[in-house]
């Protein structure tokens, strides 16, 4: 495959069609006229490859051929396997990481990695409390009786996996328990938080984070526009994820912002039964004095309180009682997926989400991540202020001609609502002079997404169909071989839209010209 070129002005973006995951590669002019190459993510889940030899040392190798070995910026939007764990890919026959002979420029990163920011700090605990809880879920359900593969216990595994990376979820519980092992006075959030980073997704991150001459560059959206190097006039907008933990957990699309009504039926009360330590760290729906802690039960601190539990919840040797019916370890116990989605979805609104304005025309590229409702909702008030004229949020989406679609394509990852609504929503973007240029990019694989263990609907049936009115038939879809023309789009019309396709991907580009 020949070098990825930058065009005379805008930009070329090659969406690759490793699987069920996200790896844009994007190709700028520099001023000197040599090509800025910028990586946003690179990953995608375990088997979803859409076609099984196209895999991701394939792509890297792909990516290593266009760039000429060299990457002027590699961007991350937030640690999920489908987004990163291509950073930790190994070579097959070497054995050592598929990235080691491309030279990386920097490392850009959101606000929540930065381990200097007492918030993002936060954030990561909460993490990692959650994480540990579903690793004990786990452990209680084995205990319980549920095999391997039970659907509880199937499910849930998958999920653990997606946040800690391929087959990482065993590793994380060796780990976990050689820690306490020889740090027995560490607190256990500390003991968790050494364990969780060893593992891949982590990895994938700190191999990064060494193959960098400084340190990375955390964008915020409070900031200034972000600079590419050595590109003039060029502008990276991060409009998320937002500095509010309210919006960081506002997770489901609320009435006309659904594409289709959705229910959140995640419980934490799974947390507060699988967390360390008693009622006062432990999240509970209620207040912490009416709670106890089961292990001070179990451990005899009150014999009336333990007496009162074995002879009425099966504690300890009574399951066979009359009461043992009362007991309900099995059933918090099968919530454990309810509250891996929930982290799942948690972590994809902390997703960096960047708009990249070109200098001529002004258009804009928006890469969403998997940002969900809360990082939508707090675009709507960004305001920067740019050679003395002010950038609005709603003025960069009213310009966007490139949308990489959120989360596949999944109905919390893209909002509903109109034009004049006074959130950011789908009808924002390309709602100008702009609007005829549209084009969407989605990262999916849908037969495998619909596949009976994990019915999900990537992309939405909804989403896709606005997006093909929206953007006249101009969506790439990486599981679809080919773009076709819709019926009603005159083959004029067509022949302007130009594209390239290949079995390891599709490449655009958008001209900083007038159309």
């Known amino acids: 495959m020949p070098r990825m070129q930058a065009p005379e002005s805008g930009v070329t973006v090659r969406m690759y069609r490793q699987g069920h995951g996200d790896c844009f590669l994007l190709a700028m002019r520099k001023t000197d006229g040599s090509a800025c190459y910028v990586l946003i993510d690179c990953g995608l889940w375990t ?50 990481p598929c990235f080691d002979p491309i030279e990386i420029g920097a ?79 560490l607190s256990a959030r500390r003991q968790g938080a050494l364990a969780i980073e060893g593992i891949t997704n982590k990895r994938a991150i700190k191999y990064l984070r060494g193959r960098i001459a400084g340190d990375p560059v955390f964008l915020r959206p409070d900031h200034d526009p972000y600079r590419l190097p050595g590109v003039e006039g060029v502008r990276v907008y991060a409009l998320g994820p937002p500095r509010d933990v309210e919006l960081l957990l506002s997770l489901e699309p609320q009435g006309e912002e659904e594409f289709r009504l959705s229910t959140d039926g995640a419980t934490l009360s799974l947390l507060a039964a699988t967390l360390d330590g008693g009622p006062e760290n432990a999240s509970r729906s209620f207040d912490p004095r009416f709670g106890i802690s089961r292990k001070d039960v179990e451990r005899g601190h009150d014999a009336f309180l333990k007496a009162f539990f074995a002879d009425h919840y099966g504690v300890k040797g009574k399951r066979g009682s009359a009461e043992a019916w009362r007991q309900i370890d099995n059933d918090w116990l099968e919530s454990a997926e309810t509250l891996a989605l929930r982290l799942n979805d948690e972590v994809n609104n902390t997703s960096l989400v960047i708009a990249i304005e070109l200098p001529g025309t002004g258009k804009v590229l928006l890469f969403t991540g998997d940002a969900q409702r809360g990082n939508w909702i707090s675009w709507a008030p960004l305001r920067w202020t740019i050679d003395g004229r002010l950038i609005t949020a709603r003025d960069l989406l009213s310009r966007t001609v490139l949308y990489k679609v959120g989360h596949h394509g999944s109905h919390n990852a893209t909002l509903d ?86 079995d390891l991907f599709f490449e655009y580009t958008v001209a900083d010209s007038p159309a």
């Open 47 to 96: 088997n979803s490859e859409i076609k099984p030899e196209q895999t991701i040392d394939k792509v890297i190798a792909d990516i290593a051929e266009a760039t000429g070995n060299r990457l002027d910026v590699v961007l991350v939007t937030h640690e999920h396997m489908d987004h990163v764990n291509g950073f930790a890919a190994k070579d097959p026959a070497t054995r050592k």
């Open 107 to 185: 490392l850009w990163l959101a606000w929540t990695e930065d381990g200097e920011d007492p918030f993002a700090n936060s954030l990561r605990e909460r993490f990692h409390d959650t994480l540990l809880a579903l690793m004990g879920a786990d452990e209680r359900l084995e205990r319980a009786g549920f095999g391997v593969h039970s659907p509880n216990r199937t499910m849930l595994r998958d999920l653990l996996s997606f946040e800690t990376g391929e087959d990482a979820a065993d590793e994380l519980r060796e780990r976990l328990k050689e820690i306490r092992r020889r740090h027995p006075a």
């Open 417 to 502: 609502g109109s034009v004049g609504a006074d959130y950011a929503n789908l009808s924002w973007l390309a709602s100008n002079a702009v609007q005829d240029e549209f084009v969407a990019m989605i990262p999916a694989n849908t037969p495998w997404a619909a596949h009976k263990d994990r019915p999900w609907e990537h992309p939405l049936r909804f989403i896709e169909e606005r997006l093909m009115q929206k953007a006249r038939g101009r969506v790439f879809r990486s599981d679809v071989d080919h773009v076709a023309k819709p019926d009603d789009i005159s083959a004029d019309e067509w022949q302007k839209f130009k594209w390239i396709e290949t």
